[in-house]
């Protein structure tokens, strides 16, 4: 079945750096627009940033605006996500996401996620 794995979370000091990547398998990954979304404690999952499917466009959420990058490399079936600049509130589970279509959009698939603790 589908597969989509995120790696690259890990533990980090506010202002740091880290980049996330979600590996797809077994779906044709040019065919998807591919998102990041994350869920803090205690709170709901939230969107963090989209990409088309050719990379062309891009959304990010207001609180990663200018911080984090979205990217994809359609050859390797991969998205990634650059951070910069942490925040103690990025804190969450990171996850990767694939949907047919750009607006509205719809998760077809869901990675397992990868947590993301960033220390004050």
């Known amino acids: 079945q589908v597969q989509l794995v995120e790696s690259g979370g890990g533990l980090v000091q506010a202002g740091g750096s880290l980049r996330l990547s979600c590996t797809a398998s077994r779906l044709t990954f040019s065919n998807y627009c591919m998102g990041w979304f994350r869920q803090a404690p205690g709170k709901e999952r939230e969107f963090v940033a989209r990409i088309s499917k050719t990379g062309s466009s891009t959304k990010y959420a207001d609180s990663v605006k200018g911080r984090f990058t979205i990217s994809r490399d359609n050859a390797k079936n991969t998205v990634d996500l650059q951070m910069n600049s942490l925040k103690p509130e990025d804190t969450a589970v990171y996850y990767c996401?694939?949907?047919?279509?750009?607006?509205?959009?719809?998760?077809?698939?869901w990675g397992q996620g990868t947590h993301i603790t960033v220390s004050s």
């Open positions: 996401a694939a949907s047919l279509k750009w607006l509205p959009w719809y998760s077809d698939y």
